[in-house]
């Protein structure tokens, strides 16, 4: 019997200042609090809303037997509890229908696991702390930012505790997706499928709500593919947990073929590939000994904030020569502008870090 493993990330990263030159060693305030709001508003009433109600009505209407795992990030779990309490109860109530895995991720959606196992090991804690308080049920099944695995993380993994690791996401079935045939999207799923093979879709929804094509793309596919696919009876969705199980591995699930991403342009498989990704990573990670010996909580916090995948994927250059078609909007317009403006903030909490800076009377 073939089995569909649909998986949702959701994370929203706080925004970035446009943060100059000449506001080195004069501001503090790295995030800009009025659009983090603004941009929270738009994913939760045009995408994030919409969907959650739309999975809720399918468990509803196939009386269980649509079944679904989602991400929410600890970032975007802090924010739902300051500002978007209607979506954070959504979330809840899907949970709580027990056909719903909620897994757990990487507190910050972090490339940690690329630079710091220590780093990494607090933020999986933390998320799943976070979890614990805001749905009551301790996750089972972890995936990693932007999906990266390797042998080291499966190892971390499993020394945690979990029982389930959702890998990869090498495959895409973006374009088929974002066609909106949902009767030809379905059909080449069947097409693909042989035996009691488990097909893991992956849908990483950072950035929908902003105008791009993804998260149309995605309600369409709730809307639509699910009901057919379960009006074949050899067809069922399941859980992670649930999909490991029947296929008698208990610790690890490859969902690698096929994902769907919000940026069907870029090359998840190496999300810091060019220089001025690498540089700011490098740089932000150098800082991890020396932020821990300030014992500041609000330093730490600070330089856990830092490290969302968001800030490193708006300095992808991958097609910017093609005009990157299908690409989320970048709030600094570019990625040399993303690169510029973050270094900057890089270098005035580095001196903050080392004590020599600070706001200027």
């Not at 945690?160 to 973006?174: E, K, P, Q, T, Y």
């Not at 690890?252 to 769907?260: E, G, I, N, R």
Request: proline share 4%.
């Amino acid at each position: 019997m073939p089995s569909v493993v649909l998986h949702f990330d959701f994370h929203l990263a706080l925004r970035l200042r446009k943060y100059g030159f000449f506001d080195i060693g004069r501001s503090q305030e790295y995030f800009d609090a009025d659009e983090s709001r603004a941009a929270l508003a738009r994913f939760a009433e045009g995408f994030a809303l919409p969907a959650a109600a739309r999975m809720l009505r399918l468990v509803r209407r196939h009386r269980g037997r649509f079944r679904v795992s989602l991400s929410v990030s600890g970032m975007l779990l802090e924010q739902l509890k300051e500002g978007q309490k209607p979506l954070l109860e959504s979330f809840r109530r899907l949970a709580d229908t027990g056909c719903a895995e909620i897994v757990c991720g990487v507190y910050h959606h972090s490339f940690a696991s690329l630079f710091s196992e220590a780093e990494f090991r607090r933020q999986i804690a933390m998320h799943r702390r976070m979890i614990r308080a805001c749905f009551g049920r301790r996750p089972r099944a972890f995936r990693n930012t932007a999906g990266l695995c390797s042998g080291d993380v499966v190892r971390v993994a499993r020394s945690m505790g979990f029982r389930v690791i959702l890998d990869g996401g090498a495959g895409r079935l973006s374009d088929e997706m974002m066609s909106g045939d949902a009767e030809a999207f379905a059909g080449r799923l069947v097409d693909r499928v042989d035996g009691d093979e488990v097909i893991g879709l992956v849908i990483d929804c950072a950035g929908f709500g902003e105008g791009g094509p993804g998260g149309p793309g995605a309600l369409r596919f709730l809307e639509d593919v699910p009901g057919i696919l379960l009006k074949r009876r050899n067809w069922s969705f399941l859980t992670p947990s649930e999909a490991a199980a029947r296929r008698g591995k208990t610790d690890f699930l490859d969902t690698a073929v096929p994902s769907l991403h919000s940026d069907p342009g870029k090359d998840r498989a190496e999300p810091l590939g060019n220089h001025l990704q690498r540089d700011a990573a490098n740089t932000l990670y150098a800082l991890e000994g020396r932020v821990h010996e300030t014992r500041s909580r609000r330093l730490l916090d600070t330089w856990r904030k830092l490290q969302a995948s968001d800030y490193f994927d708006c300095m992808c250059t991958k097609g910017l020569s093609e005009g990157a078609p299908g690409r989320t909007p970048n709030p600094f317009g570019s990625p040399y502008d993303a690169y510029i403006h973050t270094m900057n903030i890089l270098k005035d909490f580095s001196g903050r870090v080392e004590g020599k800076s600070g706001v200027r009377s």
